[in-house]
Every structure is written in C-alpha cells, then in structure tokens.
C-alpha cells in the first residue's frame, strides 16, 4: 500500500532555531517528491520538488534532501523565523497516467519567540 | 493573479440537504483536484479532473459527485451529505506535467 509518514507529529523550536522534519515513503512507481507549508486556515503551499535523481534542493532557508534508496526525505529549516509556524507536508506522486498523490498527515512546528 | 477560489469558505448544514462548493482556476490548468483534509489523515483525493468532461475517482469518492464542463470550473457536489463529511475541503489545479499544484483556501463544512 502506497503510504507517507512523517515524523515528529508536532514540534516546538525557538525563534532562531534549526530544525529538521522526516519524510519517509513507501510508494511506488515514485515520480517525485514535494515538501508544502500549510498555514493553518490556508491552503497548502509549494516548497520544493525533486525527482529520483535530485537529492538535495534549496528554497531559501528550506533545504530537501532525497534518499531515494532508503526512501527518505528531510526538510530543514535554517534560523526559523515565527512565520515558520505552519504545518509542513511531504507528498509523494505516484508515476503513472492518473493524477495520485499520496500526502503524509503532516508535522506541526510552532517556533517561539 | 493567478489563483483558485473556492465558495463558499464556510458552510454549515443539515444532513441530507444537498449542497455545491464551487471551485474556479483562472491559469488555464488542465488538471484539477478534490481533497478532503482531517485530522491526522492529512490529505486524501475525492476526485480528479485530467481535462474538460474528463473526471475519474480518488481514493475517497462515495458520497460526492463533481462535472468539469468548463476548463476553469470544477464543482464539487454532495448529493445527501452526512456527519462524516464534516471536513476541510480543497480544490487544486495544475497544469500539464510533473508541476506543482495550486490550492484554494479551503472551504469548512460543517454537516449536523
């Protein structure tokens, strides 16, 4: 069964912080990998995609990485700001003809000041 | 500004009484998508649209109906709504290939 989980569920940092959230997958065909923001009451917002031979894509102070071995992926977070606080979700699209993206329940992170 | 609306963002209901979320893209995106969204499930598929009267099942498509007659308009049905489809629901579009999608704000249902 095609599946996302992510971990911590939930995490709190202080304003300033680094912080690194895990993605790992069990989907195949794998077509690629995206990390989204969702601010809580919004809709959920593109951070980065990579594909199979990408391991590593930056976003400002968002870096991916890609394991597609080992089927991981991290998001970390350099020198969180509060506006980092937001829901962070790591989907997966299957690779076939059809529109299948199977998304992780996603981690929580609240950054304090 | 490219975006995609959703309406209403809040509604609350009677079960069995039908109602109709609208959702519009004005990117010209073939694809279009609805989500439900509960907690600790994250995201799950009701139905996809891959281009006009084109539509095909999700992973959680009974009790909801949608028809894409238009390029830019994907309208998510529910015919008899119950309890369990109190939910956050979006609406997403993308064009063409391995991008990204576009969510709408999310719409609130609340079915009693």
């Known amino acids: 069964k095609n599946q996302v989980e992510q971990s911590p569920q939930s995490l709190i940092i202080l304003e300033g912080k680094n912080c690194t959230l895990q993605?790992?997958?069990?989907?195949?065909?794998?077509?690629?990998l995206r990390w989204y923001k969702q601010d809580t009451g919004r809709g959920p917002v593109s951070l980065t995609i990579?594909?199979?031979?990408?391991n590593t894509k930056s976003n400002g102070r968002y870096t991916a990485t890609l394991d597609a071995d080992t089927k991981q992926s991290s998001l970390h977070i350099t020198a969180s700001q509060l506006s980092d606080s937001a829901s962070y979700i790591c989907?997966?699209?299957?690779?076939?003809?059809?529109?299948?993206?199977?998304f992780g329940p996603g981690t929580r992170l609240s950054v304090l000041p | 500004e490219a975006q995609v609306t959703q309406n209403p963002r809040y509604l609350i209901t009677v079960t069995g009484k039908k109602l109709t979320v609208t959702c519009s893209q004005n990117?010209?995106?073939?694809?279009m998508s609805w989500y439900r969204q509960d907690p600790g499930l994250g995201l799950r598929q009701i139905y996809y649209?891959?281009?006009?009267?084109?539509?095909d099942k999700g992973d959680v498509p009974e009790g909801y109906k949608v028809s894409r007659k238009e390029k830019r308009n994907f309208p998510l049905i529910l015919e008899s709504p119950s309890p369990n489809q109190t939910s956050l629901y979006f609406c997403?579009?993308?064009?063409?290939?391995?991008?990204?999608?576009?969510f709408g704000p999310g719409t609130r249902l609340t079915v009693t």
């Open positions: 990579m594909t199979f031979s990408e």
């Open positions: 990117m010209n995106h073939e694809y």
């Open positions: 993605c790992n997958y069990t989907v195949s065909p794998f077509s690629n």
């Open positions: 649209s891959m281009n006009v009267e084109v539509t």
């Open positions: 989907v997966v699209r299957v690779d076939n003809y059809g529109q299948n993206f199977v």
């Open positions: 997403a579009s993308r064009p063409t290939g391995p991008n990204e999608q576009y």
